[in-house]
């Protein structure tokens, strides 16, 4: 097996993990907070400059048992293998839709026209992705667990 399929095996099947608190319950589902940290928050110097890192962040998140109540700290978790898509979806795909039809547009119209079209592809872009809301939220699980 080569290096990059090793490296690409071992990142599709890690884990990404949080901690929460549980702000409400709806049946199977739950609404979570989670402070999202930069890297360096564990740095001595965090006072200093990672206070702009810092940001509360609210997501729906599968219970997969009823016994949580509002209030309680979880362990909130995903795969590694739904950042790499949600990085395709919101970033790459897109970029690559601007550049494509800025170029192309480029043989045909003037440079100034041309930027508008491929602004106009990027809008199309997500608003297509938006009408895919639903399914992209079922794709996107983040499952809760007990500390």
Known sequence: MSIF???????MSEQIEHK???????TSKAIVKIERKSACSGCHAQSACSAADKEDREIEVVLPHSDFSIGEEILVTGNY???????LFAFVIPFLLM???????KGYVTDA????????VLSVYYIILSFFKDQLKRRFLFIAKKL
């Open 113 to 120: 026209f041309a930027g508008v079209i491929s602004l106009v």
């Open 99 to 105: 550049l494509i039809s800025l170029f192309v547009a």
């Open 81 to 87: 293998s739904m950042g790499l898509k949600a990085v």
């Open 20 to 26: 929460g608190v549980i702000l409400s319950i709806n």
């Open 5 to 11: 399929a090793e490296l690409f095996g071992v990142f």
